[in-house]
């Protein structure tokens, strides 16, 4: 049966959801994405709302009340919160962060308004760290008290062949008598009710050149990391933080790209190094300062370049961030996906970090809707 969705967009930010929404394979409609941040809005409306209606309400979700919320009568809730409450590395405060008041607030609207105008389906993306804090236990009573069936999930990109991690919690809900077909075929580590997660690489991982834009020099140059930036760190840093997060055009895997991504260099997203020849691994482990690192690398040529000073041996790795048309397409972002010109290179990251993988909401939403 083919419906037409009246579907409402929390934590809209740049509008992944709203993607995800549109290649889901359903039809509706998005009726208002709730964001609080000016320059997400601004690039939500230069993507969706050139022509036709302004969705984005730009207003703090805790101070909308219930009516206004229960007035749409939406059958579809997606849901992005901040993650900051849950993240490993942060406090993990849970329900007592002040930043996870706003969705308590929305399990509070969903808890007072009129059972018609309820939705029928809900989808929740998080960091991997929600499933065992406070905010997910009153999550998940306030969906059963409300007669919702729900799955959790832990998944990250890499299990569909995209050459990304990005390890997200998600959780669908539907109301009852509404109920989950037993399996997703396409998702094959998804855990029903126990959030598991099984790294197994998909055999069909892409390559990251698959994503890559050819630069022109003043591009190259505008993503180029500086040797100063790798000098200044000096060779312990370098064996620390780089080898890891430094990935080649035929690699299938990058790490997951932070909202801090640019603005630090260690530890906030993958960095691509364009020279295939040398080994990462080999290179950080010589003396970068000597002749030495002619063991870490293939060719004649290459060699003879590389001996010189600190500068000129990291140059011949040619390491470059990867740019944001190339993370939007790693996250799944239409090509058409586009930044209002005048927003800086530094909010965009910020802003890619921020966003969900389009990919995988899609398929979670095509599932979730499947009757
Ligand atoms: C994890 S991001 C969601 C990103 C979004 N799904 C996307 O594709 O860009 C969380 C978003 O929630 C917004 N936000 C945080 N607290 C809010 C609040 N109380 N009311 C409205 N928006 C809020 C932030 O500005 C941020 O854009």
Sequence with gaps: MVRNHRVLEFYSGIGGMHYAFKASGHTGEILAAFDINNT???????NFCKEGRDVVVQRNIDSLPYTYFSSFAATLWLLSPPCQPYTRTGLQKGCADERAKSFLHVMDVLGNMERE?????????????????????????????????????????????????RLR????????????SPAL???????????????????????????????????GEKYRIKEKTLVKY??????YFFIKDVVKPSSQQ????????????????????????????????????????AAATVGADTVATSASTAASTYAILNLRYFTP??????????????????????????????????????????YLLDE
């Design 234 to 239: 000096g060779q312990l840093f370098a064996v």
């Design 40 to 46: 997400a809005n601004e690039v939500y409306r230069y």
């Design 169 to 180: 919690y998600y959780l669908l809900a539907k109301k009852l008598p509404r109920a989950f």
């Design 254 to 293: 990058s790490c997951c790209f932070t909202k801090g991504y640019y603005h630090y260099v260690e530890a906030r997203g993958s960095i691509i190094q364009m020279n295939e020849d040398i080994d990462t691994t080999a290179f950080f482990s010589t003396d970068t300062t000597t002749s030495t690192v």
């Design 325 to 366: 048309s190339e993370i939007s397409a790693i996250l799944g972002f239409p090509r058409d996906f586009s930044f209002p010109e005048h927003i800086s290179l530094k909010q965009r990251y910020r802003l890619l970090g921020n966003s969900i993988s389009v990919e995988v909401v899609k398929r979670l939403i095509a």
């Design 117 to 165: 105008n309820m939705p029928e389906f809900l989808l929740v993306e998080n960091v991997r760290g929600f499933e065992t804090s406070s905010t997910r236990g009153a999550l998940i009573s306030r969906l059963t008290s409300l007669n919702y069936a729900y799955q959790e999930f832990l998944i990250s990109p890499i299990q569909l062949g995209i050459p990304n991690s």
């Design 185 to 219: 075929p396409a998702i094959d580590q998804v855990h029903n009710h126990i959030p598991r997660y099984i790294p197994e690489r998909s055999s069909h991982t892409k390559q990251i050149k698959d994503y890559l834009e050819k630069l022109d020099a003043s591009e």
